[in-house]
């Protein structure tokens, strides 16, 4: 079955960087896009970007734009998002997800919990 | 970039009907998709586009859209429904994509 299956828990402190891994199996990897989303604590899910997994083609939500970078390992299926300058309002579960034809979002990874903390 | 609402919280006696609306001016142009969200668990897709519900998903839910407002329905609501539910669509801006805020549904 469709699945993607992504990198454990980060704890990080200001100023530092992380990077998330979104393994997939299950369908050929190169011909959807992965998204990027985040929920921060009791907040509602927040949309990053996305990567054409194909061509590396990235579009990123100006709220991260200069801070997140997308990259893909087509041989291992396996999409990253890393994002630098932490700060601790980027505590958050992290998400990747596989677009469809309808631009829904199935699969999501089960998500990565990545805390800021001094 | 648009903006999707939702009311922030619903409840609905075991076995009846509940609707959950999403409104924003995207939806006039396209269609939403809904995700449950239990405690502690990724999101799960229920129902998306003008009417496809993935495989696996009891036909109790059920979705619909007209204008600006989508809504996403659950017929015979079970105790297991209880979750957030969150719509999305693309935004106006193309290859953008929003949530609404999530309605918190309670099964009494």
């Known amino acids: 079955q469709v699945q993607l299956v992504q990198s454990g828990a980060e704890v990080k402190k200001p100023g530092a960087s992380v990077k998330v891994s979104c393994k997939s199996s299950?369908?050929?990897?190169?011909?959807?896009?992965i998204y990027w989303m985040r929920q921060a604590p009791g907040q509602r899910l927040e949309w990053m970007g996305w990567i054409n997994a194909g061509n590396g083609i990235t579009k990123y939500s100006q709220r991260f734009q200069g801070r997140v970078t997308f990259t893909r390992d087509t041989s291992a299926s396996t999409a990253y998002m890393e994002l630098r300058s932490l700060r601790s309002e980027d505590t958050a579960v992290y998400y990747c997800?596989?677009?469809?034809?309808?631009?829904?979002?199935?699969?999501w990874g089960q998500g990565t919990l990545v805390t800021v903390s001094s | 970039s648009s903006e999707l609402t939702q009311d922030p919280a619903v409840s609905v006696a075991l076995g009846q009907t509940v609707r959950i609306t999403c409104q924003g001016d995207s939806l006039r142009n396209y269609y939403a998709s809904w995700y449950q969200q239990k405690p502690g668990q990724a999101p799960l897709l229920v129902f998306y586009?003008?009417?496809n519900r993935p495989s696996g998903i009891p036909a109790r839910f059920s979705g619909s859209s007209s204008g600006n407002t989508a809504s996403l329905s659950i017929t015979g609501t079970q105790a297991e429904d209880e979750a957030d539910y969150y719509c999305s669509s693309r935004d106006n801006t193309v290859n953008h994509v929003e949530f609404g805020g999530g309605t918190k549904l309670t099964v009494l």
């Open positions: 997800a596989k677009v469809g034809n309808s631009d829904e979002f199935d699969p």
């Open positions: 299950g369908y050929s990897f190169t011909n959807y896009a």
């Open positions: 586009g003008e009417n």
